[in-house]
């Protein structure tokens, strides 16, 4: 074994230190355990030996992956949560299609008893990336974001709505960004 913190070889399999630099056997990052080889500090698994140096972290890989489609029902699931904060730009009618009947399912799902209770939380948390992704549906026909307020009118909320979230996206670039 080696010490993950300084390289240096951990001769005793019992010993809970690393002689050489007093740190914790199993405390750093540095170096991979198994060779010593010093990997990129990116690296899920080490290059030489092929040991796993960090479990991959499912969820920040998919807040990360670029190549996400958002005229697909995953792609636009992940595109809408990796957006959930970016009132800027523009989405396009797929994207805010599938997210939207997303987020129906998931409140219709959180109304079984006990079993969908915690789908009420995930309810929650899609609240941002639905609003973000109204706005920007919203940008895309030419319409700044505020428009997303007439939500509160009775009534006008499902008129206007409907027709400006359903209006085809203004071709090429306009002021809220290049056509998605
Ligand atoms: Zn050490
Ligand atoms: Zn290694």
């Known amino acids: 074994m080696y010490c993950k913190h300084c390289g240096a070889e951990v001769s005793d399999a019992q010993a809970s230190v690393c002689l050489k630099c007093g740190v914790r056997v199993g ?4 170096y991979c355990p198994k060779c010593g080889a010093k990997p990129d500090p990116m690296a899920i698994i080490c290059v030489k030996c092929g040991y796993e140096l960090k479990k991959p972290n499912k969820i920040k890989a998919m807040l990360e992956d670029k190549n ?19 009132f800027k730009g523009r989405a396009m009618r797929a994207e805010l299609g599938w997210f939207y009947l997303a ?12 079993l969908g209770w ?22 895309d026909t ?23 979230l359903l209006a085809e996206g203004q071709k090429g670039t306009n002021e809220f960004g290049p056509e998605p």
């Not at 405390?27 to 540095?30: A, F, N, R």
């Not at 915690?118 to 940008?139: D, H, K, N, S, Y």
């Open 27 to 30: 405390d750093g990052s540095t």
């Open 68 to 86: 996400v489609d958002p005229t697909t029902f995953v792609g636009a699931i992940k595109h809408g949560i990796q957006n959930y904060a970016n």
């Open 103 to 114: 987020y129906g399912l998931v409140a219709i799902l959180a109304w079984i008893p006990i």
């Open 118 to 139: 915690p789908l009420f939380f995930v309810e929650l948390g899609m609240i941002c990336p639905f609003l973000a992704v109204t706005a920007r549906r919203l940008q």
């Open 142 to 164: 030419g319409r700044p974001w505020s428009y997303i307020f007439f939500f509160l009118i009775p009534i006008a909320n499902i008129v206007f709505l409907f027709i400006w």
